[in-house]
């Protein structure tokens, strides 16, 4: 069971990058998903989340209205999509995944979810 991240990289204040996060060894369409990121010194922080089948998101204030997170279940992918990026938002980047109860259910928090990727380090320039 493995999570790959794709897509780190530097990008200039107000560029875009995305990112893509890979399934292998399980059915990513059964799992609801969520992008996270983490500064050292900080916690992980949840910045977009999304249920099994892409009908129900969410996203932190930090990133709402910039970022977007997407799944292509045909693929077992699931992206996120950046724009607008900040200097501050220079981090690591973890995807994540869960099964849950309900197709609905997005979960938010960390302790929610039993499977992480490596991390993809994503740096902006000012």
């Known amino acids: 069971v493995q999570l790959q991240a794709s897509g780190e990289g530097s990008v200039q204040a107000g560029g875009s990058l995305r990112l893509s996060c890979t399934a292998s060894?399980?059915?990513?369409?059964?799992?609801?998903a969520g992008w996270y990121r983490q500064v050292p010194g900080k916690e992980r922080e949840g910045i977009a989340c999304i249920n099994t089948v892409g009908t129900h998101t969410y996203y932190s204030d930090s990133v709402k209205g910039r970022f977007t997170i997407s799944r292509d279940n045909t693929k077992n992918t699931v992206d996120l999509q950046m724009s607008n990026v900040k200097a501050e938002e220079t981090a690591v980047y973890y995807c994540?995944?869960?099964?849950?109860?309900?197709?609905?259910?997005?979960?938010?928090?960390?302790?929610?979810?039993?499977?992480w990727g490596q991390g993809t380090q994503v740096t902006v320039s000012s």
């Open positions: 060894g399980f059915h990513l369409p059964f799992y609801a």
């Open positions: 994540a995944a869960t099964r849950t109860k309900w197709a609905s259910t997005v979960p938010i928090t960390t302790d929610e979810y039993t499977y």
